[in-house]
Structure formats: structure tokens, C-alpha cells
């Protein structure tokens, strides 16, 4: 049986459109993986939901065109994070107040995926509603590394990295409120992009904190993620926030050189405390930049360490906002007690994990009448000073900017309890999204066996430039696979 992930997506679709394996093979193949995968000794817990027989039967009704106008995910097997509407799969955002809600629509995103030919092949588990950087707040169990079981995958999205990892599939979407794709992207060796803010329709995906969530695309390679973003991209009348500007076409985009770009170094990225193994890896990412003719250059972000405590106002207001919906009446679970203020109460109580309404009530904090201006309405403005940071250097002609993606490589499971230093493993990558720019995690090689990963951030829809430097460290760093998927 042919091994999906010996094939990139578009060689797989190409086979695909030409009948070369049929798209229920193709499926097969991927649940085969996933099935061995299971078989191992640690049980990785990546999905949440599936169903087989739904999934061969969506293969099977693939129509394939005979004029050769081929579709560009033509039985491409694709993960969806959990907290991404599906039709017929539960949408559980890792929450036990929606176990069992099957969405009544779905995601703009699955809709062109569908459309594009791809096969859903199941959802992915995350921390609660994408509260997490570990995928240990799901209510429904941790999910493992493919690369050591005894560590976390990262997370939020940390079932769409290791579905990636495990190679059931060489496409996944996850979501982005903070640095949900990069972020174990990184700790499980794959690439993930989050694009920029409006690229891609939230229509679909549940809100955690609307103004900064984006969905992303975990890939095996640059080229996988970039050609999974190409699908979902663009406008979408049912997300108001979505750009209504042209998408460009990227198939091109991996193979630009980026002979003549100009890719920035932040010094508060590179800090005296980074273990100098990570900081040893990115600088190899540099390296190989400078090998292929790109000018690097050092510059400043001077306001980056405001960022985790701008964006832990920020997050958790909107969510206590778009949490309220969960009320025991419109969706999901509803707990049995005496009145309706009892009922929302109990519901909300058992329904919700202590990560959750640990953010539920700092967001209502910092919005209440008496201190919205002392720390909201401050960290709006200190939103706008991080953003105005990123402008000068663009306008200064800095076209990327390269940093590590996390601190350090993959932790074990349960080493990190105390919730601001989880926090802090987001750093260098909540930046990105309080700016609504593109950013993506690319694989630099290993660290003790674990994986890292090199961030690039670039100006507003400049994707492209972003995957050009991308596909170069990567051809530079090779792609490697994890014990589980080689
Ligand atoms: N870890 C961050 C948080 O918990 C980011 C999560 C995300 O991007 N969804 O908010």
C-alpha cells in the first residue's frame, strides 16, 4: 500500500487526478498510518474525532474531472483542529461543555478544502477552546510528541502538528490566537503558517479572541503548508474581518531565491538567557540566508517583552466576551439544576476547565467599568506601539525578519505548571499575531533529538517572500521525519 507521506499533497493529488491511486487508497493509507500509530506503545491521543467509513465514502465520491483540469487537493488526506467547524464530526474545541456538538454549518476553510478535493480524515485535539501551548487543557487527555512520547506536542493545535509528525497526513489546519500553529509546529519538527490577519475566513472557526484568532496550515514541507494555505485562502463574504484582496498564486513561491532581501535579526529575540543550542540552530537558519545571497542585518523591536502581558489582557478580555455564549442553552451540555441562573451556573462550572475560567475572569477584570482604562484601553495602546515597530523596520526596507520559534525545544508532559511560565513559551511568536502579520515555523534541525523550529515574519500579504525563505532553510536543513512517521 503506498505510504501517504512518501508523497508531497501536490504529487499525491497529481496521482490522484491521473488514477494512479484512487482517493479511497489514498484515505486508507492515511488510517493505516494512523492505526499503526495507535499500535505503539504510548497512545499519542492526536484525534478526537473521525469516522472511517464517512471519510472513505467522501473519497469515493470524488469527481474527478477527465479534461485533466486537475484539483489541486485531488484525495489529499487533511486533520482539522477541533475548534474548526465540520459538518457531521463533533466540534468539541477540546471542551467538555461541548462534548458531542456537531456543528449545524461548516468552516469556510473545510468548504474549500472539500472543494479542492481533499479527504477529511478526522479532528484534532487542543487545549480547551485553544487556551494552551501544550494541548494538556483538553478535557479529553494530553496528546503526545511523535518524536518522544514523554513530552507535549505544544499547542494549542497540538493534534494537527503530531498528525503531521506521525505521517498520517502532509496537511493539517490548526488555529492561531497567540501562536498555536508555530508554536508546535516547532516542538514536533513540521512547518506551520499562520497567515496574515484576513488572508484566511474565520468563518467556522470558534472564537477564543476575534481580533487576534487567524486559521493556519501545518504542512511536512514549505511547499505542503503553502499550497494548503493557497486552497483557504481568500475572501469570504461571511467573515467580516476577511480581505477582500487577490490571492496570489505561491506554487512558485518555494523555489524564488531570496538573493537580495534584506532579513533582519531582533536582538530582544536572541536574549542572553536563550539556551545557546536553540540560538546554535537558528543561527545556522542565518547562515544558510546568507549562503543563498540575502543581506542580514541586526535591528530592534524595542518593545517586544511588553508583549506577553499586552497580549494576557488582550486575549482574555475578548474571550470572556465570546465565552458567554456558553450558556447551556444555545450549545452543547447543559447541567441539571433548580432555576436558570443555578442551570447557567452548573453548566458553566463543570462544563469549563480551570484554564478557561482562569481567562474567563481576568478578561472581565481588566474590561469591569472600574478598570478598563487602567488595563485594556492601556494595552491597546501597547498593542499599537508593538505593531509601530515592525512598521519602521519595513519601512526602513527590512523585508523579513528571523527569529527562534519558541525557547526551547519540547518540554515533558506536566513540567510546566505554573500558567505564566507557560505563557512565556509564546514570547517570540505572540507578536505576530497582535500585528496581523504572516509568520510561519520552519524546522532547523534538532536539539538533544527534539526538534526546533526558526521563525519568519514579513510586512502584511507578503506570504510569498515569507515561503521563499522558508523553502531555502529547508532545503538547507533537509526534511526530517519523526521515529514514528520514518
Ligand atoms: N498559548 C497561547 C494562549 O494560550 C496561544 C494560544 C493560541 O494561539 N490559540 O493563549
Not at 39 to 47: D, V
Not at 318 to 329: C, F, H, P
Amino acid at each position: 500500500m503506498t505510504r501517504v507521506s512518501d508523497h508531497s499533497a501536490a504529487e499525491l493529488a497529481r496521482l490522484v487526478s491521473t488514477k494512479q491511486i484512487s482517493a479511497r487508497e489514498a484515505c486508507d493509507a492515511a488510517f493505516a498510518q494512523r492505526d499503526l500509530v495507535r499500535a505503539g506503545p504510548e497512545h499519542l491521543n492526536i484525534f478526537l474525532g473521525h469516522d472511517c467509513d464517512w471519510s472513505r465514502e467522501s473519497a469515493e465520491r470524488l469527481q474527478l474531472n477527465d479534461s485533466g483540469d486537475a484539483l489541486p487537493l485531488a484525495g489529499v488526506p487533511v486533520a482539522i483542529k477541533d475548534n474548526i467547524a465540520t459538518l457531521h464530526l463533533p466540534t468539541t474545541c477540546g471542551s467538555r461543555l461541548l462534548d458531542g456538538y456537531v456543528s449545524p454549518f461548516e468552516a469556510t476553510a473545510v468548504a474549500r478544502l472539500r472543494r479542492a478535493g481533499a479527504t477529511i480524515i478526522g479532528k484534532t485535539n487542543l487545549d480547551e477552546f485553544g487556551m494552551g501551548s501544550s494541548t494538556e487543557h483538553s478535557a479529553f487527555g494530553a496528546t503526545r510528541n511523535p518524536w518522544d512520547p514523554s513530552r507535549v506536542p505544544g499547542g494549542s493545535s497540538g493534534g494537527s502538528a503530531a498528525a503531521v509528525a506521525a505521517g498520517i497526513c502532509r496537511i493539517a489546519l490548526g488555529s492561531e490566537t497567540g501562536g498555536s500553529v508555530r508554536q508546535p509546529a516547532a516542538f514536533c519538527g513540521v512547518v506551520g503558517i499562520k497567515p496574515t490577519y484576513g488572508r484566511v475566513s474565520r468563518y467556522g472557526l470558534v472564537a477564543y479572541a476575534s481580533s487576534l484568532d487567524h486559521i493556519g496550515v501545518f504542512g511536512a514541507s514549505v511547499a505542503d503548508a503553502a499550497l494548503g494555505l493557497q486552497v483557504i485562502a481568500g475572501h469570504d463574504a461571511l467573515d467580516a474581518t476577511s480581505v477582500n484582496q487577490q490571492v496570489p498564486d505561491w506554487s512558485d513561491a518555494p523555489v524564488t531565491s531570496v538573493k537580495g532581501m534584506t532579513i533582519g535579526c531582533p536582538l530582544e529575540y536572541f536574549p542572553a538567557t536563550l539556551d545557546p543550542a536553540v540560538r546554535g540552530r537558528v543561527m545556522a537558519a542565518v547562515d544558510a540566508l546568507r549562503d543563498a545571497g540575502a543581506h542580514i542585518v541586526d535591528v530592534s523591536l524595542p518593545h517586544t517583552e511588553l508583549a506577553i502581558p499586552t497580549y494576557y489582557i488582550i486575549a482574555p478580555a475578548e474571550a470572556s466576551s465570546n465565552l458567554s455564549r456558553y450558556d447551556g442553552v444555545r450549545y452543547g451540555q447543559r447541567a441539571a439544576a433548580d432555576g436558570l441562573g443555578a442551570m447557567y451556573e452548573q453548566t458553566r462550572a463543570r462544563g469549563l476547565g480551570a484554564e478557561v475560567t482562569r481567562r474567563i475572569l481576568l478578561g472581565t477584570f481588566v474590561l469591569s467599568a472600574g478598570y478598563y482604562d487602567a488595563y485594556y484601553r492601556q494595552a491597546m495602546r501597547v498593542r499599537a506601539l508593538i505593531a509601530n515597530d515592525f512598521t519602521q523596520l519595513f519601512n526602513r526596507g527590512i523585508d523579513a525578519l528571523i527569529t527562534p520559534t519558541t525557547p526551547t525545544p519540547a518540554f515533558l508532559l506536566g513540567a510546566v505548571s505554573d500558567p505564566y511560565a507557560m505563557y512565556l513559551s509564546d514570547i517570540f511568536t505572540v507578536t505576530a499575531n497582535l500585528v496581523g502579520i504572516p509568520a510561519m515555523s520552519v524546522p532547523v534541525g534538532q536539539v538533544g533529538g527534539l526538534p526546533v523550529g526558526a521563525q519568519i515574519m514579513t510586512r502584511h500579504f507578503d506570504e510569498a517572500r515569507m515561503i521563499a525563505i522558508g523553502s531555502t532553510i529547508e532545503r538547507a536543513f533537509g526534511v526530517t521525519r519523526s521515529p514514528v512517521a520514518s
